[in-house]
């Protein structure tokens, strides 16, 4: 079954460091998504990407985030210089298009994360 | 903005019936999804319900909604050792993929 694929699966790295996080979504979906999950509390959407550009985007996803889809396979979330509290545990989801299946539900496919820990 | 609130903690005993409680503040949701998230793993759509409908069942997995008090209950009956994970309840609105996320419901099922 496909599946949305993440790496790396725990990255430790010092705070003021860049931090580049992959995915491979799944192959003939459309919609890109990036939510973070700080310890403890609740899964929060960053941003969402469409047809090589950003779609939507919280508060969270300031101008040290920025996403990127450079070959058309993998999707990537980059923090250009990481805090304290940005430690979380990163999502990655794909939806398919209109005429995938799931489109008509909303539903989401999300990868297992990557654990960020920024000491 | 929205909000989507859960409990935290549920136990059940092995066989027992578990009822997982949500409740979320936009009135313009148009679908609400239960997520599972056993552990090391990512985040699989359980079910979802559309916001025209009172109930779905599917399996051992009912959800009801009541879209006055904003109210969303996620029913497994007869719970396994392996239905241990933890619940979010999620919605999202018309036209968006943005979902937002309870904090999840740990479940631990006691054998």
């Known amino acids: 079954e496909p599946e949305v694929t993440q790496t790396p699966s725990h990255q430790v790295t010092q705070m003021g460091q860049e931090v580049i996080l992959r995915c491979v979504p799944i192959?003939?979906?459309?919609?890109f998504y990036w939510y973070r999950q700080i310890l403890g509390q609740k899964v929060e959407f960053l941003v969402s990407?469409?047809?090589?550009?950003?779609?939507?985007k919280s508060e969270i996803f300031d101008d040290q985030f920025s996403v990127e889809r450079p070959d058309g396979s993998n999707f990537t979330l980059k923090i250009r210089s990481t805090k304290l509290e940005d430690s979380a545990m990163y999502f990655c989801?794909?939806?398919?298009?209109?005429?995938?299946?799931?489109?008509?539900?909303?539903?989401?496919?999300f990868g297992e994360g990557s654990r960020l820990t920024v000491l | 903005g929205e909000d989507v609130e859960q409990s935290l903690f549920l136990s059940v005993r092995e066989g027992d019936s578990s009822v997982i409680n949500c409740t979320y503040t936009?009135?313009?949701?148009?679908?609400l999804y239960w997520y599972k998230q056993e552990p090391g793993a990512g985040l699989q759509l359980l079910t979802y319900?559309?916001?025209?409908?009172d109930m779905k069942q599917d399996q051992r997995l009912t959800v009801l909604l009541n879209k006055k008090d904003k109210h969303l209950s996620l029913r497994i009956a007869d719970t396994q050792t392996g239905d241990s994970a933890i619940y979010f309840c999620?919605?999202?609105?018309?036209?968006?993929?943005?979902?937002?996320f309870g904090k999840g419901t740990k479940l631990s099922v006691i054998p």
């Open positions: 989801a794909s939806a398919p298009g209109t005429s995938g299946v799931g489109w008509d539900t909303g539903e989401l496919f």
């Open positions: 192959s003939n979906h459309l919609y």
């Open positions: 990407f469409y047809n090589n550009e950003i779609s939507e």
């Open positions: 936009d009135s313009s949701s148009t679908y």
């Open positions: 319900i559309f916001s025209n409908m």
């Open positions: 999620a919605e999202s609105g018309a036209g968006s993929y943005q979902l937002t």
